[in-house]
T-cell receptor, first 112, second 114 residues
């Protein structure tokens, strides 16, 4: 089952601009994670935000979480061509099954 | 270097054939997962295993089988019962982070049915 829905599905920006991606989910969560996938490759974990946190930073990444709206956003500042990839949110309900449920992804293209 | 190795990277199969995708990890992770990814879509969970000799069905287990005889290995067999097996398959394992499930992924295996 798909828990998260990313918005937009695709985003094209110029180098140096900021990129914002949004994720909405349906059920209660323990934490929400963002992953990056380069074309034809596996996913790489970027950042995790817990349900009791509202904002988190890691380098050029800023993640926010609004549990009342069941939504999260990922902001990439000062984007680079190397940031071109698909970005996925994944929710963890903290249950015994230890399963993450992934969204449908946002394809980001950063033009040099 | 620790990581997850998936093989083969590309695989072609004729209809009616079973194929097995390999997944090996040297991260000493207990839990391992198989996901399927179709073009423009997210990841869907096929099977997962939290300990050796135990595994559970995910959301789309029909037509697939797995085994977990060793901690390091979690092979996935795509059987002839899987009607639409052409996809990108991703194996992952879980590292603990204060109770959070953070996954480490392999590079993937792309299966094409001819």
């Amino acid at each position: 089952s798909q828990q998260g829905e990313e918005d937009p599905q695709a985003l094209s920006i110029q180098e140096g601009e900021n990129a914002t991606m949004n994720c909405s989910y349906k059920t209660s969560i323990n934490n929400l994670q963002w992953y990056r996938q380069n074309s034809g490759r596996g996913l790489v974990h970027l950042i995790l935000i817990r349900s009791n946190e509202r904002e988190k930073h890691s380098g050029r990444l800023r993640v926010t979480l609004d549990t009342s709206k069941k939504s999260s956003s990922l902001l990439i500042t000062a984007s680079r061509a190397a940031d071109t990839a698909s970005y996925f949110c994944a929710t963890d309900d903290g249950g015994a099954t230890n399963k993450l449920i992934f969204g449908t992804g946002t394809l980001l293209a950063v033009q040099p | 270097d620790g990581g997850i190795t998936q093989s083969p990277k590309y695989l072609f199969r004729k209809e009616g054939q079973n194929v097995t995708l390999s997944c090996e990890q040297n991260l000493n992770h207990d839990a391992m997962y198989w996901y399927r990814q179709d073009p423009g879509q997210g990841l869907r969970l096929i099977y997962y295993s939290q300990i050796v000799n135990d595994f559970q069905k995910g959301d789309i287990a029909e037509g697939y089988s797995v085994s977990r005889e060793k901690k390091e290995s979690f092979p996935l067999t795509v059987t002839s019962a899987q009607k639409n097996p052409t996809a990108f398959y991703l194996c992952a394992s879980k590292r603990g982070e204060a109770g959070a499930n953070v996954l480490t992924f392999g590079a993937g295996s792309r299966l094409t049915v001819l």
